[in-house]
């Protein structure tokens, strides 16, 4: 049974970070580990992490943590992906859609054995659906990416293009990303479903404050990895994020519905 580990980072911010362990231990796939760097948060999440190591072990699974001062979300995701010891870790700092996520992903990285898989996420504001990312695989030269929460690799491949290079703090993700793709060696599937429930805010959605840097900070990121026609890749991946804003469904989602 192949072991997956998660890889999260939180800071002051103890309710999502008991909702996305609470979806971690309803989840049926046994051989997880998750993998959590707190940035020394003040608001009892530290307490709450000790209450759950005994939740973790009684469910078969395995929570590995720390707590200490981080320089922002992608040191801390740093820290998280150093503390891994499965041979597939995916990032985790939203809820999964379901408690049958990780049965499927592990049966699918065993069939395939990939390099990295990537699946479907639900943007939700208030309960309401502002974005759909469906998790099909397209061309990154014309703006697409994975959704990173959803990003599931073998552990080399972090040895290899990690870490996160921290001087980015809105859209490192993205250059790791893009170094993923560049590499025309490794295999990589759509899991063809959605995966994560995210919950809309963070550095690169909240507001049009953070979007601008995000846009900014892709535009250094394709010129630093030699990317040609740079600009225009960046427009392309505007582009796709403002058609997908523009069209999205607002429903109320409804879990039952992604079973």
Known sequence: MIKISIASTFYNDKEMLKRVMDSVLSQTYQNIEHCIADGGSTDGSV???????????????????????????????????????????????????????????????????????????????????IRLWNGKKGNWKLGWMAATPTLCMKRELWDKYG?????????????????????????????????????????????????????????NILKECNVKCGWFVNLCKITRALFAYSFASHKKIVLEEEI
């Open 47 to 129: 307490e709450l992490l000790k209450e759950y190591e005994q939740k973790y072990h009684d469910s078969g699974k395995t929570l590995r943590w720390i707590s200490e001062k981080d320089d922002g979300l992608y040191h801390g995701f740093n820290k998280a992906a150093n503390l891994v010891s499965g041979e597939y870790f995916i990032f985790g700092t939203d809820p999964y859609v379901n408690n049958k996520v990780f049965d499927y992903i592990a049966s699918f990285l065993e069939g395939k054995k990939p390099d990295y898989v990537f699946g479907g996420m639900l943007f939700q504001r208030n309960g309401k659906i």
């Open 163 to 219: 870490p996160m290079d921290c001087k980015f703090s809105s859209a490192s993700d993205y250059k790791f990303q893009i170094m993923l793709f560049k590499d025309k060696s490794l295999t990589s599937y759509s899991l063809e479903r959605k995966i994560v429930i995210y919950y809309a805010g963070g550095t690169s959605n909240g507001g049009l404050g953070g979007k601008l840097l995000s846009i900014r900070e892709c535009q």
